[in-house]
């Protein structure tokens, strides 16, 4: 292991091995060795669900339900439930009719149940969706059958690595239409570096330090 990452206590390092174990990745699966250190190359550094705009082969996890990508991707109910921890900002949709909800169990296919659904539908349950991930999922369950026929299985990408060090006038580009998840020992940015997050990320880091 690289430097910064042999910084790390034990209980960091087991933190990080962890989370590679909840992906149900090997502790051996790194996107790459050592450190990635941005500004290698010209310009920016873009790690994205794309393989073909993205500077770093993603790892791409086939996700099977949402309460499997909340596990992955989103924030635990307890949280909100045992912690305390306002859920003011969630966006908590009202419930479709119940006809509509049952279109999960009534439509003869996946196509069928997309195609039956109006642009309004689909919007609702988009925000459920996002409501359950980030929010306290309880509060969204009457959607789950629903969110699960109509939106999975689903991709995340996945990045994991001992360290990023992000340089000045080379920044770190978080992109791509596929939801991502980051896993470093240790994320360092340099005076005058920047991170750029362009869509959905989930990030785990042991040890996040920004120098002046």
Known sequence: MGQEFDELNDDQKEAF???????????DALSHEGTLVTGATPGPTI????PAESHVPPTLITVNSIAELKSLHGV??????????????I????????????L??????????????????????????????????????????????AMFPTQVAAFNGE????????????KGSTMITLNYGSITVEPG???????????????????S
């Open 76 to 89: 635990p109910d307890e949280h909100y439930s045992v912690r305390g921890i306002t859920d003011a900002a």
């Open 104 to 149: 999960a169990d009534t439509a003869p296919d996946i196509c069928a149940l997309r195609d039956s659904l109006q642009p309004e539908e689909h919007d609702q349950l988009r925000k459920a969706a996002q409501a359950y991930v980030l929010g306290n999922s309880e509060k969204v369950a009457a959607f789950e059958p629903m969110i699960n026929a």
């Open 17 to 27: 091995k962890g989370r590679l174990t909840q992906m149900g990745l090997g502790a």
């Open 163 to 174: 360290a990023i060090t992000v340089s000045a006038n080379s920044p770190l580009i978080i």
């Open 47 to 50: 790690l994205s669900g794309d």
């Open 193 to 211: 570096g920047q991170i750029i997050i362009q869509t959905q990320v989930n990030l785990t880091t042991q040890r996040f330090q920004v120098k």
């Open 91 to 102: 966006d908590y949709p009202d419930e479709l009719p119940r006809e509509r909800m049952m």
